[in-house]
């Protein structure tokens, strides 16, 4: 990421969300059955440190600024 933008952080915590959902629904599925219980947690865990990230990345484009729109160069017409 050359140039850091909010849109470009809201993207990544629309990733890291989309993750943690995926581990969410995992550790539920797993913890319907007897033989997997043992899974559950640390699925649940990763979850809950993807939904972190998420958060920390949409804190982080609330408060980027949006760049500024190009300036028009020599020539341009207006």
Request: charged share 25%; proline share 6%; hydrophobic share 45%.
């Amino acid at each position: 990421m050359n140039k850091s933008t909010a849109e470009q952080y809201v993207q990544l915590a629309w990733s890291a969300t989309a993750k943690a959902e995926a581990l969410a629904r995992d550790a539920e599925r797993y913890a319907r059955d007897q033989d997997f219980l043992h899974k559950v947690e640390p699925l649940a865990t990763a979850g809950r440190l993807w939904a972190e990230v998420a958060q920390s990345y949409a804190a982080i484009a609330a408060v980027l600024p949006e760049p500024l729109p190009e300036l028009p160069t020599a020539g341009t017409e207006y």
